[in-house]
């Protein structure tokens, strides 16, 4: 693809500028699935452009005419920033679906249908109950899918780092919204991992049927957004890089997105370099986000991508394109993770840790909690709690699942699945575990 000028002034939004044609293939899919009526997941690794293909949804006009023809203006994206509910309470959530509502309203010029909405968070919000202001939403709902023959795509970014405090109670709401619009309301997921993977599935069980089996992961490399975004960066800079530099740059990146504008963005500031390779692992942005990707992977993925001797295999790794074989896909990575075999493991304790200050669960300076569903986070708790012990079922599921009203329909298999999550979180092999062990027969015993 070939871009010849770049005008900015029209422009509130930068993801206005994308080309209509970034991420063609996976919007595409993304469009069929609100077609008909059902939700999704965009899944993908950090830096891949999950935040980029969601704000081109909601802010590009020339990709929703590409995919949507004449009923462009029919579908409406409401785009929202889960990180920001990290912690709040279901109250929170309905409030901010509210709000982002009405934003994504006047982002499009709607000032009619942004007053309706401000007026009815305005009567939700005078009586402090969650039912009221899920009411109220049902009511916004109802006007803009019924009276406006809008169909409503909530755009959820980012959506792991609610995870940790999420209840199934979200998802209801989710569905009882879903039922006032029918066909005419979808929910896209971004996240760095399947829900399936990391969510216990009695959470989302009153959703799961507009969600099974939907899921887009995003690839690597994506050609048009990549050459746009490096036209951009040399434009800004008003500097240029040759066409091998450029090229020797994506052989080291294999075209990730961020890691690529990352290096586009080092060379274009200093050329005073002799090994490209070592000049772009020592920046500290690219080192910070070779982390990132490196703490959101499991310690057997982790365990497997330094030796690639493991008997554990993800289909993760090889789904996020992160793993080609028994290679990593990116070379510039690969280099990272040979440092990280290398280097001693300072943040590796020998015990897993409950603090009760805190309330969290550490491996070291580690927080693993972080990464915990409630579910997880009761089992792992109630396991250090009784580290040494041999645990009958019976009682670790009355430990976890005790706050139900009853017990009776928790499977073992449910708890089997629930071990099973947790133990790919702590483990370096989960098919050889070291801390949380099988006895057969009887239970389960934690070893810290």
């Known amino acids: 693809m070939r871009i010849t000028a770049m005008n900015t002034e029209n422009f509130e939004r930068f993801e206005a500028l994308y080309p209509p044609e ?3 293939k996976e919007i595409r899919k993304l469009i069929g699935f609100i077609w008909s009526g059902n939700s999704a997941e965009i899944i993908g690794f950090p830096g891949v452009g999950r935040s980029n293909l ?16 004449n009923a462009h203006n029919d579908i409406h994206f409401v785009l929202m920033n889960f990180s920001e509910m990290r912690k709040k309470d279901e109250t929170e959530v309905l409030k901010f679906f509210f709000l982002a ?4 309203l006047k982002e499009r010029s709607m ?3 942004a007053e309706k909405a401000q007026i009815l968070l305005k009567e939700s919000l005078e009586i402090p109950d969650q039912q009221v202001v899920l009411q109220g939403l049902k009511k916004l ?13 909530f755009l959820i970014d980012r959506f792991e780092d609610y995870i940790p405090n999420i209840s199934p109670e979200f998802f209801t709401n989710l569905r009882a919204l879903r039922n006032r619009a029918k066909y005419k309301f979808s929910v896209v997921f971004s996240v760095n991992r399947p829900l399936e993977e990391t969510l216990d599935p009695s959470i989302y069980t009153d959703f799961y049927e ?7 992961y995003l690839p690597l490399k994506d050609m048009a957004s990549l050459n746009f975004r490096i036209f951009y960066l040399q434009t800004t800079a008003k500097k240029k890089l040759t066409e091998d530099k450029i090229k020797k740059i994506l052989n080291l990146t294999a075209g990730h997105g961020k890691l690529t504008r990352l290096s586009i963005e080092a060379c274009l500031e200093s050329d005073k ?10 920046k500290s942005k690219v080192i910070s986000l070779f982390t990132q990707i490196w703490k959101g992977l499991t310690p057997s993925e982790q365990n497997y991508l330094e030796t690639f001797k493991s008997e554990f295999k993800s289909t993760y790794l090889e789904k996020v394109h992160l793993v080609n074989g028994n290679k990593i896909s990116i070379p510039l990575f690969a280099q990272f993770v040979k440092k990280q075999e290398k280097s001693p493991k300072e943040n590796k304790s020998e015990k897993i840790t409950f603090d009760p200050a805190t309330r969290e669960i550490k491996d070291g300076d580690i927080i693993l909690s972080d990464s915990l569903t409630s579910f997880e986070f009761k089992l792992l708790k109630f396991f250090i709690e009784n580290e040494g012990k041999i645990l009958e079922r019976d009682e670790i599921i009355t430990a976890v699942w005790g706050d139900l009203s009853s017990t009776a329909g928790v499977s073992e298999q449910a708890l089997d699945q ?16 070291s801390h949380i062990a099988t006895i057969k027969g009887r239970g389960f015993k934690f070893t810290s």
Do not use: M, T
Not at 141 to 153: C, F, H, N, R, T
């Open 101 to 104: 509502i009405i934003d994504s």
């Open 210 to 216: 507009f969600l099974e089996g939907n899921q887009i």
């Open 418 to 433: 629930l071990i099973f999550r947790v133990r790919k979180k702590i483990e370096e092999s989960p098919n050889s575990p």
């Open 141 to 153: 709902i109802d006007y803009l899918s019924l009276e406006k023959k809008l169909s409503l795509v």
């Open 273 to 282: 370099y002799e090994d490209l390779e070592e000049f772009l692992l020592s």
């Open 54 to 69: 969601l704000g081109i949804l909601s802010y590009n006009r020339a990709c929703r005419q590409l995919h949507l023809g």
């Open 22 to 24: 970034s991420w063609e």
């Open 111 to 113: 000032d009619k249908e």
